[in-house]
């Protein structure tokens, strides 16, 4: 779905993380722009929310589809994940 550019990724692990590296395009999701993002995004847009391992996501994720989001998943395996297979690739 990311890269088929059919869903927006959401960053949700610390700015010193996000800064280090994340994937290309994610919003960088933190309290501050939380409420920004919500009213701001589409809710039928499809949203991939990580994290460092695809825990703490699965609660952001929850949060989405409470705000009325139709299509929100968790990254499995979060960030740490993705870059393996990146680097797999």
Known sequence: MLAEGKAI???I???QSFE???IDGA???TNDNLQQVVTETDTTQPII???YHGIS???AAQYFVG???EEVYSMDGGFEAWRTM???A
């Open 20 to 22: 280090i590296a994340h």
């Open 13 to 15: 692990r610390d700015p």
């Open 86 to 88: 990146q680097n797999d």
């Open 57 to 59: 996501s699965q609660n």
């Open 67 to 69: 705000q009325g989001f």
């Open 27 to 29: 919003v960088h999701l």
């Open 9 to 11: 990724s959401m960053d």
């Open 49 to 51: 929310i990580y994290c």
